[in-house]
C-alpha cells in the first residue's frame, strides 16, 4: 500500500500546479489586451481629466496649479460657448432629421428590388468610404462662389443671375454644411434601414393586401413599428456624430462666417490649438461628453421602443 500511497500522493502534488496553472491561464491570456486599453483608452481620459482640473497654458508651461472646476465655470459662462451651442443645436437637429429621411427613402427604393438595386447599394456606399476631410474638400469646391458647380448649374439654367458665395453667408453656409453631412452620413442610415425592412415578413404584406389594405396600411401598420428600434439606432448615432463633428468644418469653413458654423467640436480645437489653453480645452471636451450621454437618455426615454419580435 505504500507505493501506492506514495504515488498517489505525488499524483495529486505534481496535479495541484497543472489545475494552478490553467486556472491562472486565462488571466495571462487577457493581460495584453488589456494593457493596450489601458495605455490607449483609459489613460487618454485620465490624463484629460486631470488637465481639465489644472491651469494648462502652453505659453505658461511652468504654471499647472490645481484650480478645480474653474476651467469648466469659464468655457461654459463664455459668450463663445453659448454662440456654439445655438450653433450646434441648430445643425445636428437639420442635420439628423435629414439623415432620417434621406436614409429611410433610400432603404425604400433598395428594398423595392428594381434591376438597379444592386448597383445603388455600391453607389449609396461611396460616399461613407470617402473620408471627411476629403469630402469637404469636394464639396467646398462645389459650393465655390467663383467656379463652384452648383453656381456654373444654376446660372446655366437661369435660377441665378451671377455667382452666389454659399459659404460667405451665414444661412446659406449652415445649409451647405448640412448638405455635405447628410452626402456622408446618409448611406449609413441607408443600409441599416435596408436591413430593418429586409427582417419584416412577406407574410405579413401579403395579409395586409389580402385584408384590403393599401401600400399605406402597410407602411404604417408594419413598416414603421418594425423600424424604429433602428431609426432610434440611427438617430443617436448621428446625433453624437452631428455634435463631434468637425472636419468638414475645418475644410468647408473654418467656423464662419462669424459663428455661424462654429460648432462646439471646433471651439475644443480652437481652445486647445489656437488659444493653447489645454485646460480649457479638455474642460470642454467633457462638457461635450456630458451634453451627448444626456441627449442620448431623453432619446431613450422619449422615443422608448414597443417590443415587435
Same mark, same amino acid.
Given at each position: 500500500?505504500?507505493?501506492?500511497?506514495?504515488?498517489?500522493?505525488?499524483?495529486?502534488?505534481? /496535479?495541484?500546479?497543472?489545475?494552478?496553472?490553467?486556472?491562472?491561464?486565462?488571466?495571462?491570456?487577457?493581460?495584453?489586451?488589456?494593457?493596450?486599453?489601458?495605455?490607449?483608452?483609459?489613460?487618454?481620459?485620465?490624463?484629460?481629466?486631470?488637465?481639465?482640473?489644472?491651469?494648462?497654458?502652453?505659453?505658461?508651461?511652468?504654471?499647472?496649479?490645481?484650480?478645480?472646476?474653474?476651467?469648466?465655470?469659464?468655457?461654459?459662462?463664455?459668450?463663445?460657448?453659448?454662440?456654439?451651442?445655438?450653433?450646434?443645436?441648430?445643425?445636428?437637429?437639420?442635420?439628423?432629421?435629414?439623415?432620417?429621411?434621406?436614409?429611410?427613402?433610400?432603404?425604400?427604393?433598395?428594398?423595392?428590388?428594381?434591376?438597379?438595386?444592386?448597383?445603388?447599394?455600391?453607389?449609396?456606399?461611396?460616399?461613407?468610404?470617402?473620408?471627411?476631410?476629403?469630402?469637404?474638400?469636394?464639396?467646398?469646391?462645389?459650393?465655390?462662389?467663383?467656379?463652384?458647380?452648383?453656381?456654373?448649374?444654376?446660372?446655366?439654367?437661369?435660377?441665378?443671375?451671377?455667382?452666389?458665395?454659399?459659404?460667405?453667408?451665414? /444661412?446659406?453656409?449652415?445649409?451647405?454644411?448640412?448638405?455635405?453631412?447628410?452626402?456622408?452620413?446618409?448611406?449609413?442610415?441607408?443600409?441599416?434601414?435596408?436591413?430593418?425592412?429586409?427582417?419584416?415578413?412577406?407574410?405579413?404584406?401579403?395579409?395586409?393586401?389580402? %385584408?384590403?389594405?393599401?401600400?399605406?396600411?402597410?407602411?404604417?401598420?408594419?413598416?414603421?413599428?418594425?423600424?424604429?428600434?433602428?431609426?432610434?439606432?440611427?438617430?443617436?448615432?448621428?446625433?453624437?456624430?452631428?455634435?463631434?463633428?468637425? %472636419?468638414?468644418?475645418?475644410?468647408?469653413?473654418?467656423?464662419?462666417?462669424?459663428?455661424?458654423?462654429?460648432?462646439?467640436?471646433?471651439?475644443?480645437?480652437?481652445?486647445?490649438?489656437?488659444?493653447?489653453?489645454?485646460?480649457?480645452?479638455?474642460?470642454? /471636451?467633457?462638457?461635450?461628453?456630458?451634453?451627448?450621454?444626456?441627449?442620448?437618455?431623453?432619446?431613450?426615454?422619449?422615443?422608448?421602443?414597443?417590443?415587435?419580435?
Amino acid at each position: 500500500m505504500s507505493p501506492v500511497g506514495v504515488s498517489g500522493r505525488g499524483t495529486l502534488a505534481s /496535479s495541484t500546479p497543472m489545475i494552478s496553472g490553467r486556472r491562472e491561464k486565462p488571466f495571462l491570456l487577457v493581460v495584453p489586451t488589456l494593457g493596450i486599453v489601458l495605455c490607449f483608452t483609459v489613460f487618454p481620459i485620465g490624463y484629460a481629466l486631470v488637465l481639465s482640473l489644472r491651469r494648462f497654458l502652453l505659453t505658461q508651461p511652468w504654471d499647472t496649479s490645481f484650480v478645480g472646476l474653474r476651467n469648466y465655470w469659464e468655457v461654459i459662462t463664455s459668450d463663445y460657448f453659448r454662440a456654439s451651442i445655438a450653433s450646434t443645436f441648430k445643425f445636428a437637429a437639420l442635420a439628423v432629421v435629414c439623415v432620417l429621411i434621406y436614409g429611410g427613402l433610400v432603404g425604400l427604393l433598395l428594398d423595392a428590388r428594381l434591376w438597379t438595386s444592386r448597383l445603388l447599394q455600391v453607389l449609396i456606399l461611396l460616399p461613407w468610404a470617402i473620408p471627411p476631410a476629403i469630402a469637404g474638400i469636394m464639396w467646398k469646391w462645389i459650393f465655390h462662389a467663383d467656379y463652384g458647380a452648383v453656381n456654373g448649374f444654376l446660372v446655366g439654367l437661369g435660377l441665378l443671375k451671377d455667382y452666389f458665395p454659399w459659404l460667405s453667408t451665414p /444661412s446659406t453656409a449652415r445649409t451647405c454644411l448640412v448638405i455635405a453631412h447628410v452626402w456622408k452620413e446618409g448611406s449609413l442610415a441607408a443600409v441599416l434601414v435596408l436591413a430593418g425592412l429586409q427582417t419584416i415578413p412577406r407574410e405579413l404584406r401579403d395579409a395586409i393586401f389580402c %385584408d384590403g389594405g393599401g401600400p399605406w396600411t402597410y407602411f404604417r401598420h408594419v413598416v414603421i413599428p418594425f423600424l424604429k428600434p433602428t431609426l432610434l439606432v440611427i438617430a443617436i448615432y448621428e446625433t453624437m456624430i452631428a455634435i463631434l463633428t468637425f %472636419d468638414l468644418v475645418y475644410v468647408m469653413t473654418g467656423g464662419g462666417p462669424g459663428n455661424a458654423t462654429a460648432l462646439v467640436s471646433w471651439y475644443a480645437y480652437i481652445e486647445s490649438f489656437r488659444f493653447l489653453n489645454f485646460g480649457h480645452g479638455a474642460a470642454l /471636451s467633457f462638457t461635450i461628453a456630458a451634453v451627448i450621454l444626456v441627449m442620448i437618455l431623453v432619446y431613450l426615454r422619449v422615443l422608448k421602443t414597443e417590443e415587435v419580435y
